[in-house]
């Protein structure tokens, strides 16, 4: 059985992973418990609230993927910064794919 946790950083998990008839799917969480807000930069621990995201991804030798990211967004402490509330930094390129998924999937890729 192939482990998807070991694709992926230390700050994610992995809820549920399924592959069928040319389908994979990944519900994955990110549990930070801090972040750095990306205006100010000042480290927060401050839970706001969670929300899912869904990117897109593209195929994997055929199957179709699916990624549902379960993310956190923190409080911006610093009483001086514009942004009061920003989410986990895990999109790192365009906002409609993943850089961290993608370089995990083409690490899984090479196993499928």
């Known amino acids: 059985m192939l482990k998807f946790a070991s694709f992926f950083p230390d700050d994610f998990k992995i809820n549920t992973a399924e592959i069928d008839k040319g389908k994979i799917s ?41 990624l549902i990211f379960y993310v956190r967004k923190f409080f911006c402490d610093n009483a001086n910064c514009e942004r009061h509330i920003f989410e986990v930094d895990i999109f790192l390129s365009c906002e409609s794919g993943t850089f961290k998924v993608s370089l995990a999937l083409s690490k899984m890729s090479i196993i499928i």
């Open 26 to 66: 990944l519900e994955i969480s990110s549990f930070q418990r801090h972040s750095f807000c990306p205006l100010c930069k000042k480290n927060s621990r401050r839970i706001h609230s969670y929300y899912y995201r869904k990117p897109m991804d593209l195929p994997i030798l055929g199957n179709v993927v699916y």
